[in-house]
């Protein structure tokens, strides 16, 4: 799958979703992008999930009817996201057009 890190996603975690092309906001130019337009520009350009640290996106946008993915990390702490990749790898994996999946970070 194609995916988009937010600029709170810390990019080494790119490295675990192994077989997955994994790109940043900020390589790609976009960041100063607010989420809405963040997510209309990677639905454009391909992009099936979008992994983000922003607790509060489901309340901010309406993701119903979405080609994309969202996939939330409830920390920015890459030690601590570290230690739970393979939560993060199967939840992209098991993301669907429109999904919400949230990642509980211990």
Do not use: C
């Amino acid at each position: 799958m194609r995916v988009l890190f937010d600029q709170g996603t810390p990019a080494p975690l790119r490295h675990a979703l192994i077989g997955h092309s994994v790109e940043t906001a900020f390589e790609l130019g976009w960041g100063t992008l607010q989420n809405g337009a963040l997510i209309a520009a990677a639905e454009a350009e391909g992009f099936e999930v979008f992994v983000t640290t922003d607790k509060n996106l489901k309340y901010q946008q309406n993701l119903a009817g979405r080609r994309l993915a969202v996939v939330v990390l409830s920390t920015t702490s890459w030690p601590r996201i570290r230690a739970v990749t393979a939560k993060v790898l199967e939840a992209v994996e098991s993301a669907h057009p429109g999904s919400f999946i949230e990642v509980s970070v211990e």
